[in-house]
């Protein structure tokens, strides 16, 4: 495959459920992330294909696994912000020339574009039952509990829906989705009904009951998702087109 023909994923969410399953189902536990500008993206896949054949084909792999020989892949965010795109080198073993971490020692952390930067967002980690799963770094999740914290002591109604209700966007692995119920639990074990009556004395239906309602019932699983664009989509499918739509 051509650094032109690499597949895009259809999302942030698609993007992690791939590294999901190379890590978890195909042992690929060596990780490198790095960014590309732009305009260099083409000669970056390139280059990490002369050296670790990164674009082979799942035929081509196969075979490579069969012989015992290193196997490695890159994968790039579904688009680039800020002029550059996010790209993360896997393998099945440390590469030589490489500077290489495995998961289970040094966490693979994937950045979100948040604050006009990418910054480190998702942790692979695994649960308590030993799996592999997505988590929220914890600063993040922090920051994102206390400011609901903030406005529930507050008794700000529009300002914690508005807060809670973009966090059903999430990617929902079950790390994820554990740490949104623990917000969800606190925020309404510190609300309790103190702020259910209106001026008129009425009772109100508890705001968060609405800032949920786009949340997920349970976790997300990555088998079977969908990954790449489709042919019909509104949307480039490989990094070729997508440069064509950029140069306009």
């Known amino acids: 495959m051509h650094p032109e023909d690499y597949p895009l994923y259809r999302s942030q969410t698609a993007v992690l459920a791939a590294i999901l399953r190379l890590v978890s189902r195909d042992g690929y536990l060596w990780h490198h992330l790095q960014t590309a ?33 290193p196997l490695a892949q890159a994968i790039l965010g579904p688009e680039p912000r800020g002029g550059v795109w996010p790209l ?9 020339g490489e500077t290489m971490r495995r998961v289970d020692q040094t966490p693979l952390r994937w950045p979100a574009w948040r604050k006009g ?46 807060h809670l209700k973009p966090m059903g966007n999430l990617p929902m ?3 994820v989705w554990l740490q949104l119920q623990e917000i969800r ?4 074990a510190l609300w309790g009904d103190r702020h259910l ?5 009425q009772w109100k239906a508890p705001p968060w009951r609405k800032a949920l309602e786009g949340w997920a019932s349970r976790p997300l699983s990555p088998i079977g998702m969908r990954l790449h664009v489709e042919e019909g989509e509104d949307r480039p499918r490989t990094l070729g087109e997508w440069l064509e739509r950029r140069k306009g």
């Open 173 to 175: 692995f079950r790390g």
């Open 117 to 162: 930067t990418w910054l480190p967002t998702y942790e692979l980690v695994r649960d308590e039952r030993g799996r592999w799963t997505w988590r929220l770094v914890e600063a993040f999740h922090r920051e994102l509990l206390e400011e609901a914290l903030h406005h529930a002591h507050r008794g700000d109604w529009p300002r914690l829906v508005g």
């Open 37 to 69: 500008p732009e305009d260099r993206i083409l000669a970056a896949l390139a280059k990490l294909h002369e050296k670790h054949l990164v674009l082979m084909d799942r035929r081509a792999r196969s075979l490579r696994r069969k012989a015992g020989l």
């Open 88 to 96: 993360l080198l896997l393998a099945d073993r440390k590469l030589p």
């Open 185 to 188: 639990r606190r925020v309404q």
């Open 197 to 201: 009556r209106d001026p008129g004395g």
